[in-house]
């Protein structure tokens, strides 16, 4: 590996939220309340979930994204710089509180989330357009969908003209213009997305469905099944690729985990067969402890568990 492809960095254009978590015994059914435990409250957010991921696995990693003025936007700043991530362009915003995602977890590691995009709903062209430098010299854009689809465009936009490599994460689930997945290099979305994105005739089938989303734009599809493992098509094939053995306490982050771990691995160089095996490992160990960013693994424990 070149020490150029080395300094080149991740960049993850994403969300930040303060998650508060609750544990229950089982999630609550319409009009419902049930009693909880062990009520926690920590940073979050797709965007720097994943690149807060990436880093504690080796990454060098850029952020872009939004922040209120308040307590939870101060220790999400302060979190993300301890992993080591880049904050140059995350953006502290006046009078506008930092983005809230309420967790509820029950026994089987399930979780139900609702989210309040605060100063996230503020990341804007102008914003990004100043970070358009990193954009450029980075050799991956990692995006998500807790940010507003216009900045979105406009950063794979970027990407695209500059040749670097653009992995987006089509959650939380919604329709996308087909023009936008032509653009993108790699689709990781989770089974209930890629079926959203494929329309009303999507196969239940996964090879068919990533297939399917293949046959969009993309030169790489990962159709993540939980404990069932991903489905990935790439110019190569399609093929299955069984998840690690876990014992699944709180899943939440798993997905973010995953692509971290595997935007690392081609941050590195390997191919998408291993750095697909690394990610899985990453998402195994983080489901098996509880929280999100607070779960994900470092570089040494991904290596055991080979």
Known sequence: MSE???K???VVLGSVNADLMLRCARLPQPGETVHGEDF?????GKGANQAVAAARLGGRVEFIGCVGDDAFGTE??????REGVGTTHLRT???VPTGVAMILVEQSGQNSIALAAGANACLDLAQVDDAAAAIAGASLLVCQLESPLDAVRHAIGIARRHGVLVLL???PAQTLPPALLAEVDILVPNESEAALLVGADAPRE????ALALKAQGPDTVIVTLGEDGICLADPDGVRLRAAPAAKAVDTTGAGDTFIGAFAVALQEGQGTDSAAAFAQRAAALSVARHGAMASMP???????AR
């Open 4 to 6: 150029k492809a080395i």
């Open 8 to 10: 080149r960095p991740i």
């Open 40 to 44: 926690r409250t920590a940073p979050g």
């Open 76 to 81: 999400a700043r302060t979190a993300l710089e």
């Open 93 to 95: 915003r006046a009078d």
């Open 169 to 171: 994460n089509p959650a």
């Open 206 to 209: 996964p090879t068919a469905l």
């Open 298 to 304: 470092t570089r040494d424990e991904c290596e055991s």
